[in-house]
C-alpha cells in the first residue's frame, strides 16, 4: 500500500465531528478502515457531541479513543475543539456521514498531492468532497446549472437563453456559482479559464469569490483556521442557528469571504455524503 509522501516537516490530522448518529458513524468507520485511511495520518480524533454509550461502543470497535461533550456545543464548538486537540499542520476535518469511496493508494495519491499544492501556493483549504460523487444534499450544482448550462453542456440547446438571463439579471449570484462547475465539468479550467487553473499535480485552485465555504470533507491548515476564521465567525454570528449554534458556514458565505480572494483547492476527491440515521 502507499505511504503518505508530505513535505519535510509536516504533520497531518484527521479529526471526525460526530453527533447522535451512531449507525451513520459506524457504516462511515467501515469505509476508513478498509481503505485503511487512518494509517495515513499522524494523529486521529474522534469527538461526539451529547456522547452516549453506543458512540463508545462504535469508537471502541474500530480502535478510537472516545473523547466527547455531555452537551452539544454545534459545529462551531465542535469544528474548534477537534482542531485545539489536534496539534498537526493541517487537519482532514470530516464529519460522521462521509465514506470514503476511494481506494488506500488514490488517498494517499490525492492527500499528498494536497498538502504539496497547499505549501507550494499557500492554499490554506481544500475540499475533498468528491467531485463526481457528491452524494445526498448538494443542491447547489443545480443552482449552478440553473446559471451555465449551457457552458458545461453546449448540446442542451432548447433552453439556453434561460441561464444566459439569469447571468444577465443576477451576475453577483452568477459569479460565486462558477466554482460548482468543478462538479459539473471534468475541465472547469478551459470552460472558466479566469477561475481556475489547474497545478502540475493536478489539483484544481479557485478562489472564495467563486466557491462557498463548506464544513463538508475539508484539508484546513490549522493555524489558518484557529487564529483567523474561527474567531471571525465568533465574532460574527449569524441570526441563523442550528439546533441554536453556529455551523460555521452561515457566518462565512457572506460578503466578507467572497472580497478575501482566499485560494481554494480541489482534488478529485475521497469523500461522499451518506446519512442512514437521524
Known sequence: MSMLIKPEGITVGM???????PKTLSKTLETYADGDLFSLFDKRRILFQ?????????????????????ANTGIFGGVKALLEGLECDYVLLLENDCPLIESHDESARQLSAALFDA???????????????????FATLEKFRRYFDDKVRPDSAP????????????????RRLQGIAAYATAEPERVFPAVFRRTDRGSLVTAS????????????RRDWMLD???????ANPSSRRVNG?????????????????????????????ERVDR
Open 159 to 174: 433552453g439556453a437563453w434561460l441561464p444566459r438571463m439569469r447571468r444577465a439579471l443576477r451576475p453577483g449570484k452568477a
Open 15 to 21: 479529526g471526525i465531528l460526530s453527533w447522535k448518529a
Open 119 to 137: 505549501e507550494e501556493f499557500g492554499i490554506p483549504v481544500f475540499r475533498f468532497r468528491s467531485l463526481r460523487q457528491p452524494g445526498q444534499d
Open 228 to 234: 483567523k476564521m474561527l474567531p471571525y465567525v465568533e
Open 209 to 220: 469569490p467563486y466557491l462557498n465555504w463548506t464544513n463538508q470533507s475539508i484539508l484546513v
Open 50 to 70: 451529547e456522547m452516549s454509550e453506543q458512540d463508545r461502543e462504535v469508537a471502541d470497535a474500530f480502535g478510537l479513543a472516545a473523547e466527547g461533550t455531555a
Open 245 to 273: 449554534f453556529s455551523d460555521i458556514e452561515k457566518e462565512l458565505n457572506r460578503p466578507w469571504w467572497r472580497h478575501q480572494q482566499i485560494p481554494v483547492g480541489l482534488v478529485p476527491g475521497l469523500f461522499t455524503h
